[in-house]
């Protein structure tokens, strides 16, 4: 069984590039979730899709921040003009209608210099 | 709104030892999940435990075991016979849907 899969897993980058990051989720899953960790803190909510439709987006994302899911499998999270303190790590987890548990994939660390 | 504390921030102890990490809760739907999640130094989340709201059946699992609470809205999470792999950030977090977490606790457990 496939686990939750995110590529970069590193990402290191200027101010003002912009970043794609893409997360591959259980293959049965329809549910696709993106968060944000920064260091000391727990992740906090970006955004979430269930098949291709993106359902809910938090005030954290800002207008820079943009999340496609267009088939309803894979799915790309897109940060523009990247600042730094966009710098997290950026994590993905998918679930199943009807079933609550959310599984993680390892992340991708960004670094914005 | 929903809030998950974590009151404490770091415990240390020695191999062998049991230690209990505490997480209280708020929210005000009737139907809820509860997760404890482990991340170890290599950054990726693990689930643990998951319980629902209608399901206050505490859970023993080897050397884990889990005590909810609705009435004082708890959910704390022990381990027995602490192992220095047990080594990790432990993060218990709420969910309507998205997962609300709280700021995790990070365990040492020394040899």
């Known amino acids: 069984d496939t686990g939750v899969s995110q590529n970069p897993r590193h990402k290191i980058t200027k101010r003002g590039q912009n970043v794609t990051f893409r997360c591959d989720p259980i293959?049965?899953?329809?549910?696709l979730y993106w968060y944000r960790q920064t260091l000391g803190q727990g992740p906090e909510f970006l955004t979430y899709?269930?098949?291709?439709?993106?359902?809910?987006k938090s005030r954290l994302l800002s207008d820079r921040f943009s999340a496609e899911r267009p088939k309803g499998s894979f799915s790309t999270l897109e940060i523009q003009r990247t600042e730094q303190g966009d710098s997290a790590m950026y994590l993905c987890?998918?679930?199943?209608?009807?079933?609550?548990?959310?599984?993680f994939g390892p992340g991708t660390r960004l670094l914005v210099l | 709104a929903q809030k998950v504390t974590q009151a404490q921030t770091e415990i240390s102890v020695v191999e062998k030892e049991d230690v209990t990490l505490d997480c209280v809760y708020e929210?005000?739907?009737?139907?809820?999940?509860l997760f404890w999640y482990k991340q170890p130094p290599s950054g990726e989340l693990v689930f643990l435990i998951r319980r629902n709201s209608f399901d206050e059946q505490n859970e023993i699992s080897g050397r884990y075991s889990w005590n909810f609470q609705k009435s004082t809205s708890s959910f704390n999470f022990t381990i027995t016979a602490s192992q220095v792999v047990d080594s990790a950030v432990y993060f218990c977090?709420?969910?309507?849907?998205?997962?609300?977490f709280g700021q995790g606790t990070t365990l040492q457990v020394k040899p």
């Open positions: 987890a998918s679930s199943s209608t009807g079933r609550e548990t959310q599984y």
């Open positions: 293959s049965e899953h329809n549910r």
């Open positions: 899709f269930q098949n291709e439709a993106q359902l809910e």
């Open positions: 929210t005000r739907d009737t139907t809820y999940y």
């Open positions: 977090a709420l969910s309507g849907g998205k997962l609300i």
